[in-house]
């Protein structure tokens, strides 16, 4: 900025926050200020019409996050049920804009050099997520970055294990007995936190946060060693500015919770857009509503961000979907330039007010949760799942009596869109009765009973 734009800055008086409410009110000619213009969020946070320098002065939390956020990688996840063609797929999608690869293996016996084959070694992340819990199958991956010299992340997340399916791999002490064990020799970052399931599932944000500080913080507490950056996956929704300011005070609170263990390297976010608003009927708006959730992603911080392709409800894993989904983060990367300017968020009021807001009330939570005996144990009581499920009740209620939209599905459906004979994969919740050691927690879109009855009416 130049001196004499400087100079005219200065020319301008200062306004207090005091000074605009007396305006705000006076505009209102009587109307009370804050039933009229103050909302409360899910969350208990009260939204004012404006905001000052003057939201900031009570922090509690420092807000300084890293300056390199803004650099994220354009993610592409594949799934790997045939080698040679995932193979295949990985090398075609990284001529197609994608930046790094994230697989997911089911099968141990799976060969990682021929997974890896011709595989560029240079500026790609390859991310390893892990339906399995192997010591041997790690120190394989470990062997083969360090001799190709390959940028990996292992997945590995058995408190995630627990959340979704109910049951340990084996049991908490020889889960954690492996994992300490991987921890001990891994050259290359080998832990994960998987929060998705509880965006999904119906949590508020200060919920998400607090849950995924605490799963986290589990680790820390139980594996004395890690030498290497934990990777967090997140999903975000389309309220825009909240999930900016819930990724950024996902970073504060870890960088918080983690000093105090003398783990002193930043958490590593991958994000993905959420399921939970995402629908069958007048699937195109599916687009838009990534694209923002995106958006709120690369502002909020994100390391690397996979999204959701239009179809992912429904249709199998195609590459048309792909690329569509590819291109929109490429739209946002290299047209729309959203990863030039570092921390963009950094200096609007309303955003840091937020973020701060969020991290105190989730730290709270996070304290709670501890004092109870820790995020496990919760989980094997059932508070956990019992909380969400109160959370996703409301939400749901929002959306029955239509005071939470999603267009084109609660409101201006098409009656004449047709969905029965399209359907490659079953879009809902699958019912699947057996003997668990927790209730598992239940990923579930808002739009499902209201698609069901469409789907039956079909001709």
């Known amino acids: 900025m130049s001196k004499s734009n400087k100079k005219h800055f200065s020319d301008f008086n200062s306004v207090s926050t005091k ?3 007396q305006q705000i009110q006076y505009d209102l000619k009587g109307d009370d200020y804050n039933e009229t213009l103050v909302w409360e969020s899910p969350e208990g946070i009260k939204i004012k019409p404006f905001y000052n320098s003057d939201d900031l002065d009570n922090s509690l939390i420092n807000l300084n996050p890293s300056t390199e956020v803004s650099k994220f990688e354009i993610l592409q996840k594949i799934y790997v049920y045939d080698v040679l063609k995932s193979n295949k797929r990985a090398l075609e999608t990284l ?3 994608a930046e790094s690869i994230y697989f997911t293996i089911e099968n141990e016996t799976i060969s990682i050099e021929d997974l890896m084959e011709n595989l560029p070694a240079e500026n ?13 199958f790690v120190s394989k991956l470990n062997a083969f970055a360090n001799q190709h010299k390959v940028k990996i992340f292992i997945l590995n997340d058995v408190i995630h294990q627990l959340t979704k399916d109910g049951n340990w791999f084996e049991n908490i002490d020889k889960d954690f007995e492996k994992i300490n064990s991987i921890a001990q020799t891994s050259t290359n970052s080998f832990l994960n936190c998987n929060a998705t399931i509880y965006q999904n599932a119906g949590a508020n944000m200060v919920q998400q ?9 589990e680790y820390f507490n139980r594996i004395p060693t890690i030498k ?7 999903s975000v929704g389309t309220n825009y500015f909240f999930e900016i300011a819930k990724l950024r005070a996902l970073r504060l609170l870890f960088n918080t919770v983690a000093k105090e263990y003398d783990h002193d390297l930043e958490c590593h976010l991958i994000v993905t857009p959420t399921k939970r608003n995402k629908t069958l009927y007048d699937y195109n708006v599916n687009m838009l509503r990534t694209t923002t959730e995106c958006m709120s992603a690369i502002l909020g911080g994100a390391n ?7 179809d992912n409800l429904y249709h199998k894993d195609n590459e048309f979907g792909d690329r569509i989904s590819r291109n929109q983060l490429i739209l946002l990367k290299k047209e729309s330039y959203f990863n030039i300017v570092d921390n963009p968020a950094d200096g609007a009021y309303y955003i840091e007010s937020l973020t701060n807001q969020l991290a105190e009330k989730a730290l709270q939570l996070f ?4 004092l109870n005996g820790g995020f496990i144990n919760q989980l094997i009581e059932g508070k956990i799942q019992n909380k969400i499920s109160e959370s996703a009740k409301k ?3 929002l959306f029955d009596s239509g005071k939470e939209i999603l267009l084109g599905t609660n409101k201006y459906p098409n009656k004449n869109d047709k969905m029965k004979h399209d359907l490659e994969l079953y879009p809902f919740v699958k019912q699947n009765p057996r003997k668990t050691l927790i209730t598992p927690i239940i990923e579930k879109r808002l739009a499902e009973k209201l698609e069901q009855e469409r789907l039956a009416k079909e001709a």
Not at 228 to 234: R, T, Y
């Open 124 to 136: 790609v992340n390859y991310y390893f997520n892990l339906s399995f819990l192997s010591i041997d």
């Open 367 to 370: 304290k709670e949760i501890e």
């Open 228 to 234: 290497h950056p934990i990777a967090i996956e997140v």
């Open 395 to 397: 939400e749901q209620e």
């Open 95 to 97: 001529t197609r804009g």
């Open 19 to 21: 000074q605009w409410k």
């Open 209 to 217: 946060l607090a849950y995924t500080l605490a799963h986290t913080n």
């Open 304 to 310: 690397a961000i996979s999204n959701l392709a239009y």
